[in-house]
């Protein structure tokens, strides 16, 4: 939900700084980046590189190159701490100690159990609501859209690379977009599903625009920051509103709790620190920190779903 806007703010943010941190402006970086090609990613040196990687790595896309600016990196990173000076970030990111062929190992573990929370609350979601429930099909939508974003999540901090990149913007854009017609759909759509349609094929426009743009024409970080922004805004009042509206209901505190976790929680993003112990990070603690509210969340489909669905009953029976 709102969660994904803070995540975007950050990302947009990292990779405006992308194209040149102060680490990777350092001579003393290129230098050693430049010799470190010229000595081991060519001919016979590149073979024997190769032939030397582990089979993961090679995998994961991990380059003769990705491994010199890696290298590289500690050595700058090495010489600032002798000289007691504060750790650089290189290319928009602060250093993290890759394990295996993760490169930010605490926000890929983290991502995947958000991801792995959803699916257990999914498959909780399906067994207890039956799918008589009015809200059945639009809530575990939801839950898929919510998973392949984490998904992506995953793999960008796994290898972030242009395309794991945008994938991963898309992809959180995609799910507060879904949020804001999952709260359609529980505001107007049930009393006026043609209303609902309308507003979907809207959203898939819009999100249709919004990723065109952005891959056909010119990733602007900028543009991409405002305009989640500005849904995310749309996504966190129009959730409050209907919490305010139908406060009498008993499961009505969760949706509450929920979104006013995920703003209060965003404010981790602001904690920009260089990695605890090389590995966690303020956006590592964030994703973290988010599991338990996502598990929240689900609940209160669940019981939101059960409800509709007991209502409708007695409707049909007054009827």
């Known amino acids: 939900m709102a969660g994904w806007t803070a995540r975007l703010m950050l990302l947009a943010g990292a990779a405006a700084l992308a194209s040149g941190s102060q680490g990777d402006r350092e001579p003393v970086y290129r230098d050693c980046v430049l010799r470190c090609e010229e000595r081991n ?13 582990p089979i993961y790595m090679s995998l994961a ?20 701490l002798q000289e ?37 609350m999914l498959c909780r979601y399906r067994t207890s609501v039956p799918a008589s429930s009015p809200m059945y099909s639009t809530c575990v939508a939801f839950a898929w859209v919510s998973l392949n974003a984490w998904f992506w999540s995953t793999v960008f901090h796994t290898r972030d690379t242009d395309l794991t990149e945008k994938m991963d913007y ?5 799910v507060i977009l879904h949020s804001i017609y999952l709260c359609c759909v529980r505001t107007v759509g049930l ?30 970080y900028g543009y991409n920051l405002v305009a989640n922004v500005a849904i995310g805004l749309v996504n966190v009042v129009w959730w409050l509103s209907w919490c305010l509206w ?40 964030w994703h973290i920190s988010t599991i338990p509210v996502h598990v929240l969340f689900f609940s209160f489909l669940e019981d939101d779903s059960l409800y509709l669905l007991k209502e409708s009953k007695a409707k049909f029976k007054l009827d």
Not at 61 to 80: I, P
Not at 170 to 174: G, K, N, Y
């Open 61 to 80: 896309g991990w380059t003769c190159r990705d491994d010199c600016k890696y290298e590289c990196m500690w050595v700058t990173v090495g010489l600032y």
């Open 246 to 285: 139908n406060q009498r209901l008993p499961h009505v505190h969760k949706c509450v709790v929920v979104v006013l976790l995920l703003q209060g929680l965003s404010l981790l993003e602001l904690l920009d620190f260089p990695p605890l112990f090389w590995v966690l990070d303020a956006h590592a603690i």
């Open 191 to 220: 009393q006026r599903p043609t209303v609902a349609s309308t507003f979907r094929v809207v959203l898939l426009l819009m999100l249709t625009a919004h990723v065109s743009y952005l891959s056909l024409v010119h990733f602007d």
């Open 170 to 174: 898309f992809c959180a854009s995609t």
């Open 41 to 53: 990613c060519s001919g016979g040196a590149l073979k024997h590189f190769r032939s030397c990687q």
């Open 84 to 120: 007691g000076h504060e750790v650089p970030q290189f290319h928009g990111k602060w250093p993290f100690s890759r394990f295996l062929f993760f490169q930010e190992p605490a926000s890929a573990v983290a991502s995947f159990l958000n991801g792995l929370a959803s699916l257990v």
